[in-house]
Antibody, heavy 118, light 109 residues
Framework: QVQLKESGPGLVQPSQTLSLTCTVA????????VHWVRQPPGKGLEWMGV???????RYNSALKSRLSISKDTSKSQVFLKMNSLQTEDTATYYC????????????WGQGASVTVSS | DTVLTQSPALAVSLGQRVTISCKAS??????????MHWYQQKPGQQPKLLIY???NLESGVPARFSGSGSGTDFTLNIDPVEADDIATYFC????????FGSGTKLEIK
C-alpha cells in the first residue's frame, strides 16, 4: 500500500528555517519521483519542487533561492528545507508521489500544517 | 509559467451533469499526451487524483468522472453528480514546471 506521511514542526519563527520530512512506504524512492506542494489556508495549491528518482532536483523559480530538497533512499525519506520563512509561508505542506514521471501526483500525504509566527 | 484559469464556483443539482473547465495560457499537449490532470479536494483532506493526461481515469475513481480536451482547453465532467462529489476541483499541468488552477468549488443548488 502506497503511503506518504509528512512530519515536522507546526510552528516556525519568522526568518528561521523550515525542515520537513516525508516518509514513504509501499514504493521505492529509486523508482519514483516525489514532489512537494503547499497550500496556504483557504487558498490554492503551489508546486514547490521535485526530487527525481535519480536524485536530481528541480524547484519552483519563485522559491529556488530558499529551497532545498534531498532524500535518504535507505530510510525511504524525502526532506524539504526552506530558509528565511515569512508569514506568507504559513501553509499546509504536502509531499506527493509522481505516477509516471510526467508530473502526475497519484498519492499524497495527509499534509503538515506549518504556521510562521513569533 | 503556464497559467491555468478555472471558474471559482459552480452550483449543480444532485443527479445532474456538471462540466468544470480549465483553460491553459499555452498549449499543454503534444502529439502523444496532454499534460493536464484533475484533482478533487475535500475540506481538511489532501488532494486526490481523478483524471490524468486529460482523459485517463485513475484506478478506483468512479466512472461518473471523465475528462476531455487538448491544447489549451480541458474539461472535467461529473455525471451524475452525487452528494459525495461536493468538493473543490483543481486542474494541474505538467507540460513544464507544474502549476495548478485556482480551483472550482462545486456547490449544491
Amino acid at each position: 500500500q502506497v503511503q506518504l506521511k509528512e512530519s515536522g514542526p507546526g510552528l516556525v519563527q519568522p526568518s528561521q528555517t523550515l525542515s520537513l520530512t516525508c516518509t514513504v512506504a509501499g514504493f521505492s524512492l529509486t523508482s519514483y519521483n516525489v514532489h512537494w506542494v503547499r497550500q496556504p489556508p483557504g487558498k490554492g495549491l503551489e508546486w514547490m519542487g521535485v526530487i527525481w528518482n535519480t536524485g536530481g532536483t528541480r524547484y519552483n523559480s519563485a522559491l529556488k533561492s530558499r529551497l532545498s530538497i534531498s532524500k535518504d533512499t535507505s530510510k525511504s525519506q524525502v526532506f524539504l528545507k526552506m530558509n528565511s520563512l515569512q508569514t506568507e509561508d504559513t501553509a499546509t505542506y504536502y509531499c506527493a508521489r509522481d505516477l509516471d514521471p510526467y508530473g502526475v501526483m497519484d498519492a499524497w500525504g495527509q499534509g503538515a500544517s506549518v504556521t510562521v509566527s513569533s | 509559467d503556464t497559467v491555468l484559469t478555472q471558474s471559482p464556483a459552480l452550483a449543480v443539482s444532485l443527479g445532474q451533469r456538471v462540466t468544470i473547465s480549465c483553460k491553459a495560457s499555452e498549449s499543454v499537449s503534444s502529439s502523444s499526451y496532454s499534460y493536464m490532470h484533475w484533482y478533487q479536494q475535500k475540506p481538511g483532506q489532501q488532494p486526490k487524483l481523478l483524471i490524468y493526461h486529460a482523459s485517463n481515469l485513475e484506478s478506483g475513481v468512479p466512472a461518473r468522472f471523465s475528462g476531455s480536451g487538448s491544447g489549451t482547453d480541458f474539461t472535467l465532467n461529473i455525471d451524475p453528480v452525487e452528494a459525495d462529489d461536493i468538493a473543490t476541483y483543481f486542474c494541474q499541468q505538467s507540460w513544464n514546471d507544474p502549476t495548478f488552477g485556482s480551483g472550482t468549488k462545486l456547490e449544491i443548488k
